[in-house]
């Protein structure tokens, strides 16, 4: 079976094995844990927080339906081109690397994973995946919908691919503000040694010796 052969019959399931991985199991396995429904988005007020929810979830719904169209009609149908196979070999091991990170971070990040800013507050992780990145869950999330770039591109997941980046780094400046807010000069020592998604990128300013700590 050739590569071509295999990424017809394995993106499709991968998509949905994302969607599983990165949203619906962890929402299971927190629920049974702690009686806990980490859906924060409907939980908090801010109107920004609600509509970015709304705009994640549906750009989610989108992709699956893609998968079930890929799976049924093919890629010809989808307007997908034709990669050469070391071009789609690297995007499996993105989407590899993208899921074992995601389902890692999200293992170590425990009981304090949540779906968006939860108004209650959580306590601060900074072991593991997260000495690294201070968002591993969202960068696993981002080398896996990128990958698909590499293994079946076409125009609707370029679009997508850049309006769900958009859409994290929106949610990822509002977390910072919470978490700033929560845990004070804490996370602002932690956020100015550890990068946002990737090492040495997107580390905040060093906290002042005025700033207030909350921890």
């Not at 929402?27 to 409907?42: D, N, P, Y």
């Not at 995946?129 to 696993?140: A, C, D, M």
């Not at 769900?164 to 400046?173: C, E, K, V």
Request: with cysteine.
């Amino acid at each position: 079976m050739t590569i071509n052969q295999l990424a017809e019959q394995a993106v499709p399931l991968s998509v949905i094995l994302f969607f599983l991985i990165a949203f619906v199991l962890p929402l299971v396995r927190l629920w049974l844990r702690t009686g806990t429904f980490a859906m924060a988005f409907s939980r908090n007020r801010d109107p920004i927080q609600k509509i970015v929810g709304a705009a994640i979830a549906v750009y989610m719904t989108s992709l699956c339906i893609w998968a079930v169209c890929y799976a049924l009609l093919g890629k010809e149908a989808l307007s997908i081109w034709q990669v050469p196979a070391p071009i789609q070999s690297i995007g499996w091991v993105l989407l590899v690397l993208g899921l074992a990170t995601t389902v890692t971070a999200q293992a170590q990040m425990g009981i304090s994973w949540r779906m968006g800013v939860d108004p209650e507050p959580t306590s601060l992780v900074t072991s593991g995946l997260f000495q690294v990145s201070r968002n591993p869950i969202y960068t696993g999330m981002l080398l896996t919908l990128f990958s698909y770039l590499f293994t079946s591109p076409c125009p609707w997941l370029i679009m997508g691919c850049l309006q769900f980046a958009l859409l994290i780094s929106l949610q990822t400046r509002y977390e910072e503000q919470a978490l700033i807010k929560t845990h004070g000069n804490s996370y602002l020592e932690y956020a100015a040694t550890v990068g946002r998604f990737f090492p040495k990128f997107g580390n905040l300013a060093a906290p002042s010796t005025t700033a207030i700590d909350n921890s």
